[in-house]
């Protein structure tokens, strides 16, 4: 992991669970039904974040479905030498 005792690869890894656990919250208070109340009373700067992180979902797809078509599968993150 980077970063001295693998603080940098945590943080990076955490904040992907970030993102994905802001997305399925996202999605399932959008589909929750209550009946009488309203569906989520979320402030301002939390929904922000669910929108930026469904954003973030999706482009990440976007970018996975380009990269197989490129390169056939998903490359590594760091290049190999000789590799494209």
Do not use: C, H
């Not at 797809?61 to 494209?84: C, K, N, S």
């Amino acid at each position: 992991p980077a970063g001295p005792f693998g603080l940098l690869g945590a943080a990076e890894g955490i904040s992907y669970l970030v993102v994905v656990g802001l997305f399925g919250y996202n999605i399932y208070t959008s589909r929750r039904v209550d009946a009488g109340r309203d569906k989520r009373q979320w402030g301002g700067l939390l929904e922000a974040a669910s929108g930026l992180a469904t954003v973030m979902v999706f482009l990440g797809l976007v970018v996975f479905y380009f990269q197989v078509q490129d390169y056939g599968f998903i490359p590594e993150a760091v290049p190999i030498e000789g590799g494209r």
